[in-house]
């Protein structure tokens, strides 16, 4: 599994690192998304894929490559 950002998609809501807050974090100055591990386990998948659906700027993305 590998992770992608869409950083200018970001509007700071925080809903990744509440699922997945193991992988993902936000900067302090402006909430923006920051991850953490691009390539979790596979035993995060089902967390990663619930941030990514609760992304409200859709900034997001979870490949199986």
Known sequence: MRI???EDKCVGAGQC???AGEV???RDE???V???D???DEARR???ETAAQ???GQAIEVRTD
């Open 17 to 19: 690192v509440l699922a």
């Open 54 to 56: 609760l992304c409200p």
């Open 30 to 32: 402006d909430g923006i």
């Open 46 to 48: 089902g967390e990663v």
């Open 34 to 36: 920051v991850l953490l």
């Open 4 to 6: 992608l950002l869409d």
């Open 38 to 40: 691009g390539h979790p």
């Open 24 to 26: 993902f974090d936000q």
